[in-house]
């Protein structure tokens, strides 16, 4: 298993840009494909982005497709979310979340993943 911590969520504007970071402790990292997931008040947690441990593939939502960026350093045990052009409806609680796979196996649904990060907080105010 792994520990993963989030951070720098914040106040932003709309149109604005966050790096939202997690990192991981624990066991080899390399193994872990992983994701971000954001859930607003009243609503389910929603997939955003996911990479495989290899780096070799990506996923994104709709939604933040062509704005978000995932990626990973897994000799630093870190994952990373750039987040531009933000819309006050990214307002939410962002988590990361690991799980084993396969190097180019992309997991993007949230009962995949066994490990969860605590949330960081990103609101965009319009």
């Known amino acids: 298993q792994v520990q993963l911590a989030e951070s720098g969520g914040g106040l932003v504007q709309a149109g604005g840009s966050l790096r939202l970071s997690c990192a991981a402790s624990?066991?080899?990292?390399?193994?872990?494909?992983v994701g971000w997931f954001r859930q607003a008040p009243g609503e389910e947690r929603e997939f955003v982005a996911a990479m495989s441990w290899s780096g070799g593939r990506t996923s994104y939502a709709d939604s933040v497709k062509g704005r978000f960026t995932i990626s990973r350093d897994n000799a630093k045990k870190m994952v990373y979310l750039q987040m531009n052009s933000l819309k006050p409806e990214d307002t939410a609680v962002y988590y990361c979340a690991a799980d084993l796979a396969s190097p180019l196996t992309v997991l993007a649904r949230k009962s995949e993943y066994g490990n969860w990060g605590q949330g960081t907080q990103v609101t965009v105010s319009s």
């Open positions: 624990g066991r080899s990292f390399s193994n872990y494909a």
